[in-house]
């Protein structure tokens, strides 16, 4: 698949085949593509846990609250991602200009796992709806955690949803030559 593939073809899976595993070489392929992932000053300031068996299913109960994302229940997968200390240049450049580069770069990582899950035929669903001290708990993690992402196999009738987009003039200007 080429890129425009994978963008037509990944959406929000809601209704994962809980019967099929996630293989690990293609567990490890996502998780390969996405440590290349840019990010500030190439610290990485993040962190995946990755969530399988019974501990999916009490991250999954950590997404839960208030009737959100049931869902996660049937993924066999969950991909905790949690914060870790900036490099000193992004740091600097942090406070500096004022941008949180952490969440950018986190951002930049979840794009990565969904992009790279797609190429393998595996579907995905960011969540950020979490309860963080139930998941650093869990998962024994000292910082916030910002997204989890449920990994798995779409079941066969959970069909390509028409993806409703902004214009492109909504979204892009074009100044100069």
Same mark, same amino acid.
């Given at each position: 698949?080429?890129?425009t593939e994978i963008a037509k073809a990944r959406q929000s899976c809601r209704r994962y085949d809980p019967a099929l595993p996630v293989e690990q070489e293609k567990l490890t392929?996502?998780?390969a593509?996405? &440590?290349l992932?840019?990010?500030?000053c190439n610290g990485q300031p993040y962190h995946v846990t990755v969530c399988r068996g019974e501990t999916a299913a009490a991250a999954a109960r950590a997404t839960q609250g208030m009737g959100m994302?049931?869902?996660?229940?049937?993924?066999p997968v969950l991909l905790v991602i949690s914060e870790r200390p900036y490099v000193a240049s992004a740091a600097l450049g942090a406070r500096v200009k004022g941008n949180d580069y952490r969440?950018?770069?986190i951002g930049i990582l979840a794009a990565y796992i969904t992009a790279a899950a797609t190429a393998e035929g595996l579907s995905t669903c960011i969540l950020g709806w979490l309860d963080d001290k139930k998941? &650093?708990?869990l998962c024994r993690l000292d910082a916030p955690v910002r997204l989890v992402i449920t990994l798995g196999y779409a079941k066969e009738d959970d069909p390509l949803r028409e993806k409703k987009r902004k214009d492109l003039s909504e979204l892009v200007s074009f100044l100069g030559e």
């Open positions: 698949m080429n890129f392929a996502v998780l593509a996405a &440590r992932a840019p990010s500030a994302n049931k869902f996660a229940s049937e993924a969440s950018i770069d998941l &650093r708990e």
